[in-house]
């Protein structure tokens, strides 16, 4: 067999890319105040900036949105969705939601009041914002090991189980109105996490009674990783692996545009009834009505079929092959990424490849810049600008420990040679990096920065 699968699809309908000139570059990202976010896709070359809602859907997919359903209740492509849901997820109940974001804020909104803590690995951005929009307090229990870049494991996405037992005993379980476990954990490196630390952790959460959520965005990959890693699982098949993973939890809150492989849409499963009801009554006033959930029929048909091809084991060794031979390239070219190579992206430490550059000038962002004048890349900062704050009472900076870039993979859209070219490019620019210089902000809002903030060169 070879080291790495080739693609298990072939190509029948093309999306043109084009490499505007180095000049036009230049002034595309100093017009953008030297954020990729404000850079126009069409002047992106090789775009990285998320594996989110950007996956190039099947033939069946397509297929299937024909035959959407747009009744406003009871439509057939919702119970199409709930065949699969009922088959992969297993929970009571469930709601559409038209992303992950919007699943998590129907949560908060049930079940978080000033003052409470929510404990998970590591939360995402949208997960910590919608517990601070409701005056909660987001807290990351993972594993130290996590914020070592260079150190391997195999599930290094593992929550801490003692800090988690203390942190119960520290807060109370009053204060706890429910905890959470990401898999894969995004923000820390695409990492999994393992059958028998999620089995720990949801003991842990029932021993107290508190209710146990699962942020499930790439949960397909997290279960293909448990099944190449973890002694006892190497003949199960990833559904089965998903089916385990989540009987242990109460609930999951999942945006499709990742492991969904659809361009939007996402859920919230839940098994409590009286939780449901709730629920529901939250998503009928901002989402829509159960049977659909401020998505079109036709998009919970492709989600369906998505979900199910997420989980095929030609994909998942493909696509877990694709990464990993991305991260290995660039660690042949000397270029430091966190290790080893997740699934849905790969993370280049700035801090050390930026060394001359301090923390403070920001040598992700720079790092980001350089990739997209090289080569028309676009990266993701996540690190001092997206992670970094004011703090309001100072006026200080606080910055965090990790300053990373990071390169997302869009599902069964780029193939090997489009990563031959990123790996090229940023070896010119590990080759020549003490020519890099560092950035200040001329202008961020309060929160969320990273999106509209805009920079100079120093
Ligand atoms: N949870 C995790 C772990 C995520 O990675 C995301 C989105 C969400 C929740 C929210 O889902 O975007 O559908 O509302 N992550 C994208 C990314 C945006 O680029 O990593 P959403």
Known sequence: MPKYIPEPFRIKMVEPIRLISRKDREAAIKKAGYNLFGIRAEDVFIDLLTDSGTGAMSQNQWAAIMQGDESYAGARSFYRLKEIIDQIFGFKFFVPTHQGRAAENILANILIKPGLYIPNNMHFDTTEGNIRARGGEPVNLIADIAYDPSKRTDFKGNMDIDKLGSFIKEKGVENIPFGMITITN?????????????????????????????????????????????????????????????????????????????????????????????????????????????????????????????????????????????????????????????????????????????????????????????????????????????????????????????????????????????????????????????????????????????????
């Not at 036709?298 to 694709?322: H, K, S």
């Not at 490849?353 to 301090?358: K, N, R």
């Open 186 to 458: 995004n923000a820390g490196g695409g990492q999994p996490v393992s059958m028998g630390n999620l089995r720990q952790v949801s003991d842990v959460y029932k021993e107290h009674g508190i209710p146990f959520f699962i942020d499930a965005c790439r949960f397909a990959e997290n279960a293909y990783f448990i099944k190449l890693r973890e002694p006892g699982y190497a003949d199960k098949t990833p559904i089965e692996i998903a089916k385990e993973m989540f009987s242990l939890a109460d609930g999951a809150t999942i945006s499709a545009k990742k492991d969904g492989i659809v361009n939007i849409g996402g859920f919230l499963g839940i098994n409590d009834e009286g939780m449901f009801d709730r629920v529901r009554n939250e998503l009928i006033l901002r989402e829509g009505f159960p049977t659909y959930g401020g998505l079109a029929g036709r998009d919970l048909d492709a989600m369906a079929v998505g979900f199910m091809e997420a989980l095929e084991e030609p994909y998942l060794e493909y696509r877990l092959g694709q990464t990993a031979y991305f991260g290995e390239k660039l660690l042949e070219e000397g270029i430091p990424i966190i290790e080893p190579p997740g699934a849905h992206a790969i993370y280049i430490d700035a801090l050390q490849l930026l060394s001359h550059i301090p923390q403070a000038q920001y040598p992700a962002q720079a790092l980001t810049i350089a990739m997209y004048i090289e080569g028309g890349i676009r990266g993701i900062e996540i690190g001092s600008v997206a992670f970094g704050y004011i703090d309001p009472d100072t006026g200080e900076e606080i910055l965090p420990k990790l300053d990373l870039v990071r390169m997302a993979i869009p599902r069964r859209v780029y193939t090997q040679s489009h990563l031959d070219y990123v790996v090229e490019i940023l070896s010119k620019i590990a080759k020549n990096n003490k020519k890099l210089q560092g950035y200040k902000i001329i202008s961020q809002p309060p929160l969320m920065r990273h999106f509209t903030a805009k920079f100079n060169p120093l």
